[in-house]
């Protein structure tokens, strides 16, 4: 059984940073698709970074680019999300997905979400 796992969430300030992390069991981050969405209040899901598993590419949307760095901890089946300079905008759940690549579509494994806040 898949089981994924978020953390890391909380209010920050405008500019702060914050590390989220990703937590997997019965999968193996290792050979698998990181992928990190946030959904705001009202708005639609959003894809923020992948990770590719198979070349090790990284992916971002142009909101967070420079900004939000995706890594992954070998051994420790854990992903994790730097988020630097953050923005009232980046405001949201931030979910968790696994799945073979970065191109799927519709991703297998999801975890509940960890909420950011970003406010002065």
């Known amino acids: 059984q898949v089981q994924i796992v978020e953390s890391g969430g909380g209010l920050v300030q405008p500019g702060g940073s914050l590390r989220l992390s990703c937590a997997a069991s019965?999968?193996?981050?290792?050979?698998?698709?990181i992928r990190w969405f946030r959904q705001a209040p009202g708005q639609e899901r959003e894809g923020v970074s992948c990770?590719?598993?198979?070349?090790?590419?990284?992916y971002y949307a142009d909101s967070v680019k420079g900004r939000f760095t995706i890594t992954r901890e070998y051994g420790k089946n854990t992903a994790y999300l730097q988020m630097n300079s953050l923005k009232s905008e980046d405001t949201a759940v931030y979910y968790c997905?696994?799945?073979?690549?970065?191109?799927?579509?519709?991703?297998?494994?999801w975890g509940r979400g960890t909420q950011v806040t970003v406010s002065s």
């Open positions: 990770l590719n598993p198979s070349d090790g590419r990284t």
């Open positions: 019965g999968v193996s981050l290792d050979y698998y698709a």
């Open positions: 997905a696994v799945d073979s690549e970065c191109t799927v579509i519709a991703w297998r494994f």
